[in-house]
């Protein structure tokens, strides 16, 4: 099974993007296939403006498209905006449709506050229906995110761990009973 991480935060001096990465080794040392798509790599125009038929641009979105599709699951990471996930997030989404079809999708949400991007996680979790994908119940939303990771991406709070270790827990069990599924396996 493969799965894929959406990074969404894409400013200079970032911080969610802790999260994406500590994910990302925590998924590794269980020995889960996975791909860190980071959207700061991958800067597409708006969607649907004239800049987003240029060449250069089908080429990203051909590249992030094959690597969407090659995901049987995914984790998409969002910083708070303004009440809201990221804009950048959204607009990568609005490029694509299939590759999300039937797929499992967790949601980690981070704000600077204590609120800790709940209202970034929930919207986002909308979005995944039109997407017509299933969303995670489970969310993972770390509130101080300035203060969460050093610069290692290891967690600053005992209690981070805990709560990615049962997101992650609930979200490998939702991801591999739909593998399993597709695969005509028998579901446990
Ligand atoms: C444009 C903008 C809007 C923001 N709006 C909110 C907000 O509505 N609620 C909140 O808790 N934090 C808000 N923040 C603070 C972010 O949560 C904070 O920057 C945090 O570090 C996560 O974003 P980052 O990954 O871009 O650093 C906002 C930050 C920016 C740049």
């Given at each position: 099974?493969?799965?894929?991480?959406?990074?969404?935060a894409?400013r200079?001096g970032r911080q969610s993007h802790r999260a994406a990465y500590y994910l990302?080794?925590?998924?590794?040392?269980?020995?889960?296939?996975?791909?860190?798509?980071?959207?700061?790599?991958?800067?597409?125009?708006?969607?649907?403006?004239?800049?987003?038929?240029?060449?250069?641009?089908?080429?990203?979105?051909?590249?992030?498209?094959?690597?969407?599709?090659?995901?049987?699951?995914?984790?998409?990471v969002?910083p708070e905006?303004?009440?809201?996930?990221?804009?950048?997030?959204?607009?990568?989404?609005?490029?694509?449709?299939?590759?999300?079809?039937?797929?499992?999708?967790?949601?980690v949400a981070a704000s600077s506050g204590r609120m800790a991007g709940i209202?970034?996680?929930?919207?986002?979790?909308?979005?995944?229906?039109?997407?017509?994908?299933?969303?995670?119940?489970?969310?993972f939303l770390i509130s101080n995110i300035n203060h969460a990771f050093n610069d290692l991406y290891e967690p600053q709070l005992e209690q981070i761990d805990t709560r990615a270790?049962?997101?992650?827990?609930?979200?490998?069990?939702?991801?591999?009973?739909?593998?399993?599924?597709?695969?005509?396996?028998?579901?446990?």
């Amino acid at each position: 099974m493969n799965t894929a991480i959406l990074l969404g935060a894409v400013r200079q001096g970032r911080q969610s993007h802790r999260a994406a990465y500590y994910l990302e080794k925590r998924l590794k040392q269980q020995r889960v296939n996975i791909d860190l798509i980071d959207l700061a790599k991958h800067p597409l125009p708006v969607f649907g403006s004239p800049e987003s038929d240029g060449s250069s641009t089908r080429k990203t979105v051909a590249d992030i498209g094959m690597r969407l599709e090659q995901a049987d699951a995914f984790i998409l990471v969002t910083p708070e905006y303004h009440g809201s996930f990221s804009g950048a997030l959204k607009n990568t989404l609005d490029y694509y449709w299939s590759e999300f079809r039937k797929k499992p999708v967790g949601v980690v949400a981070a704000s600077s506050g204590r609120m800790a991007g709940i209202n970034a996680a929930t919207q986002l979790q909308h979005v995944i229906l039109s997407l017509g994908a299933f969303p995670l119940p489970s969310k993972f939303l770390i509130s101080n995110i300035n203060h969460a990771f050093n610069d290692l991406y290891e967690p600053q709070l005992e209690q981070i761990d805990t709560r990615a270790g049962k997101f992650l827990n609930e979200f490998l069990w939702f991801a591999g009973a739909l593998y399993q599924k597709k695969r005509g396996e028998k579901v446990a």
